[in-house]
């Protein structure tokens, strides 16, 4: 017997919870602006149309980006998006576009306008200058994520710098997520720190590379191995120099979606980057919340292979408040 949901079942709760989510859309947007209109699903979440205005409830993985694009296909230039998850962070987000977007929690049949919330800045990371030597000695990307420092091969996180739970002193956590830490840390434990981080990178030289045999671990985060690239070869994109930045929700899973950021400049004016890779309704959303984080005043640098640029993520970048562009990237980027 086992205690994990079948396929069959996680597709009956995911059609169950769509179908709640969009009588409620129907009740909330009725109550507060008396339109009665046809729902589309957004995942779960649930959207509508009346006319020029669009009523999106978001839910799940699907964010602002995606209530965006389903109002510019509808043909609304009026967006009402009703967060209930993270309203002041859908807020934030949504005031970096000129377009007209209101967002909005739910209080039982009652909407109230969501304020604007600052990210979690924490305690930041670690400092262990000695640690951070051995990670780059190894040729790995030393990346700020929240609290820890993490080591980066090829954009894959091999490695992490934390503090310990008994001393708050800066430690190594070796492996690549979390069960792998746990496991690295059971049975090789007695290595030294440099011998730990060559033994994890050693394991992926053939895996993380162009024309790398097949295998999972080389798909996973490819919006950090662009980033890792154009760190090297900051030419490729017209930017001078570039350095890694973090964003304002730092990564915590493999299989997350998200963007990579970095700073640099362009002809000696500050730049973002932001690099996204496939197709990702989110990626301008998340690009704009970090240039906000990292230096409001820089030009945004959106970076995609050149085979990702399409016209609603072309149209997304146009629609922001501050300077912002499409960064093409040609040729193969896996390098």
Not at 71 to 80: F, I
Not at 122 to 137: I, Q
Request: aromatic share 2%; glycine share 8%; net charge negative.
């Amino acid at each position: 017997m086992t205690d994990e949901a079948s396929p069959a079942d996680v597709a009956e709760a995911a059609q169950r919870l769509a179908q709640r989510n969009a009588a409620k859309l129907r009740a909330l947007v009725r109550d507060r602006w008396g339109v009665e209109a046809a729902h589309a699903a957004i995942g779960t979440g649930a959207a509508s149309a009346d006319g020029e205005r669009a009523f999106v409830l978001l839910d799940g993985d699907h964010g602002l980006g995606a209530a965006i694009a389903w109002a510019r296909r509808a043909g609304a230039t009026e967006l009402h998006v009703i967060a209930d998850e993270t309203p002041g962070t859908v807020a934030r987000q949504a005031a970096e576009f000129a377009s007209s977007i209101s967002v909005w929690v739910s209080a039982g049949r009652e909407l109230q306008p969501a304020e604007p919330t600052e990210p979690d800045e924490g305690r930041g990371p670690p400092d262990a200058p000695d640690l951070v030597a051995v990670l780059e000695s190894e040729g790995l990307d030393v990346v700020v994520e929240g609290d820890r420092l993490a080591g980066e091969y090829r954009g894959l996180e091999v490695v992490r710098i934390v503090r310990a739970l008994d001393n708050d002193e800066p430690i190594l956590e070796v492996g690549v997520g979390r069960f792998d830490r746990e496991l690295t840390a059971m049975m090789h434990g007695d290595l030294p720190d440099a011998a730990s981080v060559t033994r994890v990178v050693e394991q992926l030289r053939e895996i993380r590379r162009p024309g790398g045999r097949n295998h999972p671990l080389g798909a996973l985060v490819p919006e950090r191995w662009l980033r890792h690239t154009l760190l090297a070869e900051p030419g490729r994109i017209g930017v001078d120099d570039l350095v890694a930045a973090p964003t304002p929700a730092p990564r915590d899973r493999l299989r997350e979606r998200g963007v990579a950021a970095a700073v640099g400049t362009r002809a000696g004016e500050a730049v973002v980057v932001a690099c996204t890779v496939g197709v990702d309704l989110e990626a301008v959303v998340l690009a704009a919340d970090a240039r906000r984080s990292i230096d409001p005043d820089a030009t945004l640098l959106v970076a995609m292979p050149q085979r990702d640029v399409l016209p609603v993520v072309g149209a997304m970048v146009a629609d922001l408040v501050r300077p912002a562009e499409i960064a093409a990237v040609a040729g193969d980027w896996k390098t």
